[in-house]
């Protein structure tokens, strides 16, 4: 989780991003914005304030050469030597062109490039500068800003405008693409901003490795599993029982024993081994056979670990507990399914 209490920006630039399929303009900024101690305090929490994510993304590159990123390469060399000023917005203006170049979807909004140099930010622990890249394209009343009043000479934010896209690489794993946050708030632009623009792969950590797991298992418990065998729902329901009960109880996963203790029945436990074989090759994940939980990705998957009961128009019934205490039969004089639910108090 990223913490930003005692962080403290060093430095700050914004550019101009038109549409390039709109045959709009790039306007390069050639100053930092002289934001002051002020505006410092408000200006923080307006770029970190939607970062709350536990997700992570890694820098790529379809060569496999990951040096070839343009935007891992500029960070690479703004975090590896002591802050310069003019080399920083130099950088900068790379990312902004590089923006323009990869904005030619018709529902990219033209809007401005902001990058930021970040002193002292702690994630899970460790402390690291970093460097933030935030796209703007929608305005908010609270600081005078004019982007064509002449960027150069840019120096006070009395209206703003709210970060639609942002990303924030942090200077840890630099071997492994950086540990970098992303954050968006409008994913119908073709995925420009993570696909082409930053080119990031999904960053492998226990929070993603829970996802994964609980994600597998719901479409093993509902998808797969009735191909194999006949399952009712109420089973399904107790299989999911099963699977959040361990998740929620141990501290790590250990796939033999998650099998063994879920599953149970040698015949179930070997198709789960392959669906998982097989849901790994389809996704392009891979879930190891040890790893610790993490609650936060528990709790997020787990609230659609419903199994809902729709019967006809007239009756929805949620399995969350123990499905013995529920039984499936037929009335022949009726010609009609039933359920049978056993319980103590009514509430």
């Not at 030597?81 to 030619?104: C, G, M, T």
């Not at 200077?171 to 080119?199: C, P, Q, R």
């Not at 149970?264 to 790893?291: A, G, H, L, R």
């Not at 199994?307 to 022949?332: A, P, Q, S």
Request: aromatic share 14%.
């Amino acid at each position: 989780m990223l913490n930003f209490d005692f962080a403290k920006m060093k430095a700050v630039v914004v550019h101009g991003i038109g549409n390039k399929l709109n045959d709009e303009n790039v306007m390069i900024s050639d100053d930092l914005i002289d934001f002051g101690i002020c505006n410092h305090d408000h200006l923080l929490p307006f770029y970190v304030k939607n970062f709350k994510s536990e997700m992570y993304y890694q820098f790529k590159h379809d060569g496999g050469d990951i040096r070839l990123n343009l935007i891992y390469s500029a960070v690479e060399s703004i975090l590896s030597w002591n802050f310069n000023k003019l080399d920083f917005i130099d950088y900068s203006e790379n990312f902004a062109r590089h923006l323009y170049d990869v904005s030619n979807h018709p529902k990219i909004r033209s809007g401005e490039l902001h990058v930021v140099f970040f002193e002292g930010v702690m994630c899970d622990g460790e402390q690291c500068d970093a460097i933030g890249i935030f796209k703007t394209d929608t305005r908010e009343m609270c600081y005078d800003f004019d982007l064509f009043a002449g960027l150069s000479k840019a120096n006070a934010f009395r209206y703003y405008t709210a970060i639609s896209k942002g990303a924030i690489i942090l200077n840890l794993h630099k071997d492994s693409g950086y540990k970098v946050a992303v954050y968006e708030n409008n994913t119908k632009d073709n995925g420009y901003w993570i696909n082409e623009f930053l080119m990031l792969n999904l960053f492998e950590n226990d929070y993603l490795h829970t996802r994964n797991l609980l994600n597998m298992c719901k479409n093993f418990v509902f998808e797969y599993l009735p191909t194999k065998f006949e399952v009712e729902a109420k089973d399904q329901a107790g299989i999911l029982n099963k699977i959040q009960g361990f998740v929620k109880d141990d501290l790590n996963y250990e796939s033999e024993a998650f099998a063994n203790d879920v599953f149970e029945q040698p015949e179930i436990i070997e198709e789960f081994k392959n669906f998982k074989s097989f849901y790994e090759e389809i996704n392009e994940v891979t879930i190891p056979d040890t790893f610790d939980l993490n609650d936060v990705a528990v709790k997020q998957v787990s609230k659609s670990f419903k199994r809902v009961l729709k019967l006809d128009k007239n009756f929805h019934i949620y399995l969350h507990g123990d499905n013995k205490l529920i039984e499936k039969g037929k009335d022949d004089e009726l010609g009609m399914n039933y359920y049978k639910l056993y319980f103590k108090n009514e509430q």
